[in-house]
């Protein structure tokens, strides 16, 4: 009986736990910072609690009633849009930089990436969500 093994390119197998190597590296590396950075800060914290210290602080102002309050939905679809196109003009400049290169395909692309956002504002508008008052 003959038994058949592989021989085992230890070059390769090498350059392949080094990638591996260099990205546990980074993990524990990260893992490391972000606990030195908290138990840093918590050595370092001031740790004097007080009365004056724990009330409720809105803009200097002294507070009245509970800080409980129902807020108006309103408020948050406009965060909403907002952060909705923020997010667009943040993804529109890579490709206005790019726009050359990228050719026709990229430009039919974006088209459509507008026209849903613009289509989007226009269902928010005849909502009556941007309505501020």
Known sequence: MSCVIERVNFCEVYALLTDYAFVAFFIIFGLFFVAAALVGAWFIRPQRPSRVKGEIYECGETTRGTSWVRYNVRFYIIALAFVIFDVEAALLFP??????KLGLYAFVEIAIF???LLVALAYAWRKGALKWA
């Open 114 to 116: 507008v026209g849903i």
């Open 95 to 100: 490709w206005a930089v790019a726009a050359k």
